[in-house]
């Protein structure tokens, strides 16, 4: 089993930042990437970002390329997303997950979700 715990959510003004951070333990080792999903009320979840937790690469869902970073800390066994230039179209809980690999991922197959953190964003 792999648990993960977000934090970093809150409340922030529109064009503001805020870091997410999801620290994983159990048995990481059989998962591969790592990244977040989003679900704003009255949707479905959504792709936001993976990384691989070995090679550092990175993939975005279109809505947040070039606002959005997601990295590591392979020591910590942490995953980041820094949200910038925030919309309040970006409001919405936001889950960490884990997969066996990237592709995986990206097309929903998540093996572990983290119970997830609100962001807020007001206009």
């Known amino acids: 089993q792999v648990q993960l715990v977000e934090s970093g959510g809150g409340l922030v003004q529109a064009g503001g930042s805020l870091r997410l951070s999801c620290a994983a333990s159990?048995?990481?080792?059989?998962?591969?990437?790592m990244g977040w999903f989003r679900q704003a009320p009255g949707k479905e979840r959504e792709f936001v970002a993976a990384i691989n937790w070995r090679s550092g690469s990175t993939n975005y869902a279109d809505s947040v390329k070039g606002r959005f970073t997601i990295s590591r800390d392979n020591a910590q066994n942490t995953v980041y997303l820094h949200l910038d230039s925030l919309k309040p179209e970006d409001t919405a809980v936001y889950y960490c997950a884990a997969g066996l690999n990237e592709l995986l991922l990206i097309h929903g197959r998540v093996s572990y979700w983290g119970a997830g953190t609100r962001v807020t964003v007001s206009s």
């Open positions: 159990g048995r990481t080792f059989g998962t591969s990437a």
